[in-house]
């Protein structure tokens, strides 16, 4: 559902830890990571705030660890990335590690406050986003919870009988098996030329 987020490959609700469950993703390689790439991993990573409000219209305090690792990640494409249209293309991010501003932020407080709103408006846009996918996908969320609740582990397989296969995911098949027919017919063109006796 979502192109750029990580595929599931594993889900559990027995309890680890302080956690009430956990979830493995089989994460993409990347160099260099686009805006809607962030953006997409963000609305998953919100998936569970929006189930509550959308199963239950109320929310809990289970997605903690969920609303930290999104406002990391909307700060950084606000004050580090450069990547917000109304801060533009700067960055308060020194990786050189010898800043001068250890204790105080190198921006003025009317910055900060823009700062914070264009972060709240982040996180609530992929948050309603989140919400809506779910709401048209209710029907697949309550059989995937009814399966979460008989086998307490469930795998990718499960999730592709329930949702189908990543639309996303098969272009890159798709792309995959062309260059390797490509490869092969070129393999094969070589083996048909005949060799020159001669030599």
């Known amino acids: 559902m979502l192109e750029h987020a990580a595929p599931l490959v594993k889900v559990t609700i027995v309890p680890r830890g302080k956690s009430l469950g956990a979830a493995w993703y089989l994460p993409e390689e ?4 686009e805006t809607e790439q962030m953006l997409d991993e963000m609305c998953a990573t919100l998936g569970g705030r929006a189930a509550e409000k959308v ?13 930290e690792k999104v406002t990391r990640q909307a700060r950084a494409i606000v004050s580090v990335y ?11 991010y020194d990786s050189s590690g010898q800043s001068d501003y250890t204790f105080t932020k190198p921006y003025s407080e ?3 406050q823009i700062i914070d709103e ?20 209710k ?4 059989e995937l919870a009814n399966i979460l609740i008989e086998k307490e582990v469930i795998f990718e397989k499960d999730l592709k009988n329930i949702f189908g296969e990543r639309p996303f995911n098969s272009h890159v098949v798709e792309e995959v098996n062309k260059k390797s027919k490509t490869v092969k017919k070129k393999e094969n063109l070589k083996d048909e030329i005949p060799k020159d006796s001669s030599k």
Do not use: P, W
């Open 55 to 67: 199963m239950f219209d109320r929310i809990s305090t289970g997605a903690l660890n969920d609303l």
């Open 30 to 33: 990347r160099q260099i990571v």
């Open 118 to 137: 264009e972060i709240s408006k982040i996180i609530k846009s992929q948050y309603e986003r989140a919400i809506d996918i779910l709401k048209k996908n």
């Open 110 to 112: 009317k910055t900060a």
């Open 139 to 142: 029907t697949k969320l309550t």
């Open 82 to 92: 450069g990547l917000s249209d109304k801060i533009g293309n700067i960055t308060y």
